[in-house]
């Protein structure tokens, strides 16, 4: 009888895995975070960078979740808002970030004074008339949340748990792969 030597066995389970990490049926994510503390976080200063290129930064979140199945996420608003700031501050948490990161590409867009950056919005059928407005999106574009885009402007009032659990049932509307 022939035995296959454990270290054999190593090259061809590592091809495996490097393959496999590539496929976008890995990027289900981590479980929707839970038991979150009821107090709000430390609000982000300035979560959203003035002047950045955001057609260019979506361009590149759509191209990045074609490769990796994750939805998108696109939170529209501005450094001077407190809702703004702290939901951006919600999706900071340690105990947030890692899910976050595992099933969304996420562009933050500053929109300033509902001057800058409203055209991207309409490209999805979504006008900006308070923020933080968040926009869910599947990878093809298709927009998870046209009923809640605006339901987190008052991120101020609402618990993170409330913040994560309402992200999460947008995620979950996205067509499962077979």
């Known amino acids: 009888m022939r035995s296959t030597s454990a270290l054999s066995v ?32 430390v609000p982000d200063a300035h979560p959203y960078v003035i002047g950045a290129d ?14 990796s199945g994750k939805a998108v996420l696109i939170d529209f608003g501005a450094n001077w808002c407190p809702d703004c700031r702290m939901l951006n501050g919600v999706l900071q948490m340690p105990q947030v970030k890692p899910w976050k990161d595992s099933r969304f590409e996420t562009v933050m867009v500053n929109v300033d004074h509902f001057n ?15 923020i933080p407005t968040v926009l869910v999106l599947t990878p093809d574009g298709k927009l ?8 987190l402007g008052n991120a101020r009032t609402m618990s993170p748990q409330a913040d994560i659990d309402l992200i999460a049932s947008w995620d979950a509307r996205a067509p499962q792969a077979q």
């Open 54 to 67: 955001a057609k260019a930064q979506v361009a590149a979140a759509f191209a990045a979740a074609k490769r």
């Open 144 to 151: 998870l949340n046209p009923d809640g885009t605006l339901t």
């Open 116 to 130: 800058v950056n409203m055209d991207i919005a309409a490209q999805y059928g979504v006008h900006v008339k308070q």
């Open 10 to 41: 190593i090259p061809a389970l590592a091809g495996f895995l490097l393959c496999g990490a590539a496929l976008p049926a890995l990027a289900v994510g981590l479980p929707t975070p839970t038991g979150l503390p009821a107090q709000q976080p």
